[in-house]
């Protein structure tokens, strides 16, 4: 977080919830840095503090009323923000105490908040801050917000309620903010949004002017325009949150090309029929099978990656063996699965067949243990290959140069482990060619086999 001199009144940020609320933060600290604020590293150092809230899960809610508690307690001039604070209710408790409440998305609200409360130098520096904006994550890879909001109606999901319909950005707007993030030397470019498949809808795939052509406001125009800019600066696009729709497999088609990342990050949420419906999603189980393989027929190192839920209402035995079966037969790369959570506002609450929490407890642990056999036997299958990674971070306490593979992404997926002593001069953001020497479940450890310069030694 950059630091000012005393006379700069500080902000202290403390930002929770998924990667879209992250990109949330880092616009508000980005238009705080251009009024000429600056950032504490801690409550008692500053001014005021936002908190910027996660409201999806119960127990998301409570982490984010923790923090805000804390920060009242702390500081006392506490401005909330994000998910939970489209839920004034949530926040009755604290409501007198706390100088503003904003909802998700809602930046300009959250700094006119900040105004009113500690105001601006009178002799903004805005130089000091970067084209791209400020970022919370480090500085060789970044998310970058295509869309906000959801128009699907998933019974377990009040997304679309917090962050309203899908609102997409213009397709030049995107890329102007590609191409700056680039030009700082961004190495990975992560694409986040809630629906990220369903890019442009909202916008009838509305045209803008980028360079010297027209880009049409559809996933596989943006896809392309962004992988190709990657490219010219030797970095990874990655997307993320693609919903099962039909058109997903142009994009797998991008990512044969090269343009993408081979990585296909495609939440199904389960496999029975019965409990797909009862959620309001896609529920064609055999069908999706039959994707997955001819995915893997265009893009054979293509790496997918999904998330589960079991426990939801109504899920039988039968149903989660159902997705066990599914998920020997589809063999995914990532997996992650959550116990269903009473989510205040969702319409899945008011089903019938609540799922005792052992008994969810008991399938998550079995669910897990049969995806660690085959996330075990495919991170084993790469022992003796070669390929590009890009080093994260050094480890000093273990000597050991972090890095992560096209199939890996930050935070979520598994590692690439290099002995220091072999690639000493290794920094955040190089890419280096190595070769895995010996897997373990989710991480594999490498020996650099020659170093790269940029992503196209991919
Ligand atoms: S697609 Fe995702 S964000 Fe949209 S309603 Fe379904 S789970 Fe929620």
């Given at each position: 977080?950059?630091?000012?001199?005393?006379?700069?009144?500080?902000?202290?940020?403390?930002?929770?919830?998924?990667?879209?609320?992250?990109?949330?933060?880092?616009?508000?600290?980005s238009l705080l840095r251009a009024q000429g604020?600056?950032?504490?590293?801690?409550?008692?150092?500053?001014?005021?503090?936002?908190?910027?809230?996660?409201?999806?899960?119960?127990?998301?809610?409570?982490?984010?009323?923790?923090?805000?508690?804390?920060?009242?307690?702390?500081?006392?001039?506490?401005?909330?923000?994000?998910?939970?604070?489209?839920?004034?209710?949530?926040?009755?408790?604290?409501?007198?105490?706390?100088?503003?409440?904003?909802?998700?998305?809602?930046?300009?609200?959250?700094?006119?908040?900040?105004?009113?409360?500690?105001?601006?130098?009178?002799?903004?520096?805005?130089?000091?801050?970067?084209?791209?904006?400020?970022?919370?994550?480090?500085?060789?890879?970044?998310?970058?917000?295509?869309?906000?909001?959801?128009?699907?109606?998933?019974?377990?999901?009040?997304?679309?309620?917090?962050?309203?319909?899908?609102?997409?950005?213009?397709?030049?707007?995107?890329?102007?903010?590609?191409?700056?993030?680039?030009?700082?030397?961004?190495?990975?470019?992560?694409?986040?949004?809630?629906?990220?498949?369903?890019?442009?809808?909202?916008?009838?795939?509305?045209?803008?002017?980028?360079?010297?052509?027209?880009?049409?406001?559809?996933?596989?125009?943006?896809?392309?325009?962004?992988?190709?800019?990657?490219?010219?600066?030797?970095?990874?696009?990655?997307?993320?949150?693609?919903?099962?729709?039909?058109?997903?497999?142009?994009?797998?088609?991008?990512?044969?090309?090269?343009?993408?990342?081979?990585?296909?990050?495609?939440?199904?949420?389960?496999?029975?029929?019965?409990?797909?419906?009862?959620?309001?999603?896609?529920?064609?189980?055999?069908?999706?099978?039959?994707?997955?393989?001819?995915?893997?027929?265009?893009?054979?190192?293509?790496?997918?990656?999904?998330?589960?839920?079991?426990?939801?209402?109504?899920?039988?035995?039968?149903?989660?063996?159902?997705?066990?079966?599914?998920?020997r037969a589809a063999r995914l790369d990532r997996?992650?699965?959550?116990?269903?959570?009473?989510?205040?506002?969702?319409?899945?609450?008011?089903?019938?067949?609540?799922?005792?929490?052992?008994?969810?407890?008991?399938?998550?642990?079995?669910l897990m243990q049969l995806q660690e056999e085959?996330?075990?036997?495919?991170?084993?299958?790469?022992?003796?290959?070669?390929?590009?990674?890009?080093?994260?971070?050094?480890?000093?306490?273990?000597?050991?140069?972090?890095?992560?593979?096209?199939?890996?992404?930050?935070?979520?997926?598994?590692?690439?482990?290099?002995?220091?002593?072999?690639?000493?001069?290794?920094?955040?953001?190089?890419?280096?060619?190595?070769?895995?020497?010996?897997?373990?479940?989710?991480?594999?450890?490498?020996?650099?086999?020659?170093?790269?310069?940029?992503?196209?030694?991919?």
């Amino acid at each position: 977080m950059p630091q000012d001199n005393a006379r700069v009144p500080r902000i202290g940020i403390v930002s929770l919830g998924c990667a879209k609320a992250l990109v949330d933060s880092e616009q508000i600290i980005s238009l705080l840095r251009a009024q000429g604020y600056g950032f504490a590293p801690d409550h008692a150092g500053a001014d005021a503090v936002i908190v910027n809230t996660c409201g999806f899960l119960d127990s998301a809610r409570a982490e984010s009323l923790a923090a805000i508690a804390e920060a009242l307690d702390e500081n006392g001039k506490v401005i909330v923000t994000g998910c939970l604070g489209a839920e004034p209710e949530a926040l009755a408790e604290h409501a007198e105490k706390l100088i503003a409440i904003t909802g998700p998305a809602q930046a300009h609200e959250v700094i006119r908040a900040v105004n009113a409360a500690v105001p601006p130098p009178h002799d903004p520096k805005l130089e000091l801050l970067p084209p791209a904006g400020l970022k919370l994550t480090p500085a060789h890879y970044a998310y970058l917000k295509i869309s906000e909001g959801c128009s699907n109606r998933c019974s377990f999901c009040i997304i679309p309620r917090l962050r309203g319909p899908l609102a997409s950005r213009p397709a030049a707007e995107v890329l102007a903010e590609a191409e700056a993030l680039l030009r700082r030397g961004v190495k990975e470019l992560l694409i986040v949004s809630q629906d990220t498949a369903a890019y442009g809808q909202d916008i009838r795939y509305a045209s803008s002017r980028w360079r010297d052509a027209e880009v049409r406001a559809h996933i596989h125009d943006l896809a392309r325009a962004l992988g190709t800019l990657a490219q010219e600066h030797g970095a990874w696009l990655r997307l993320h949150y693609l919903y099962p729709y039909p058109h997903l497999d142009a994009l797998v088609e991008l990512m044969a090309e090269g343009l993408a990342l081979p990585y296909l990050d495609v939440p199904l949420q389960h496999a029975a029929p019965a409990v797909l419906k009862a959620m309001k999603r896609p529920a064609n189980t055999e069908k999706m099978l039959q994707r997955i393989e001819a995915w893997r027929r265009i893009c054979p190192d293509v790496a997918i990656r999904s998330t589960f839920i079991v426990g939801f209402p109504g899920e039988t035995e039968e149903d989660f063996e159902q997705l066990l079966a599914f998920l020997r037969a589809a063999r995914l790369d990532r997996v992650g699965c959550f116990i269903y959570e009473h989510v205040q506002g969702a319409a899945a609450n008011a089903l019938a067949g609540a799922v005792p929490p052992q008994v969810a407890e008991e399938r998550r642990a079995r669910l897990m243990q049969l995806q660690e056999e085959i996330a075990a036997e495919k991170t084993a299958e790469l022992v003796g290959h070669e390929e590009v990674v890009l080093v994260d971070g050094i480890d000093a306490e273990q000597d050991v140069v972090i890095a992560r593979s096209r199939r890996d992404a930050p935070e979520v997926d598994g590692l690439v482990l290099i002995p220091r002593e072999l690639a000493p001069a290794a920094q955040p953001g190089d890419f280096l060619r190595v070769r895995h020497t010996a897997a373990e479940v989710h991480d594999l450890w490498a020996e650099p086999s020659a170093s790269r310069k940029g992503a196209e030694a991919t």
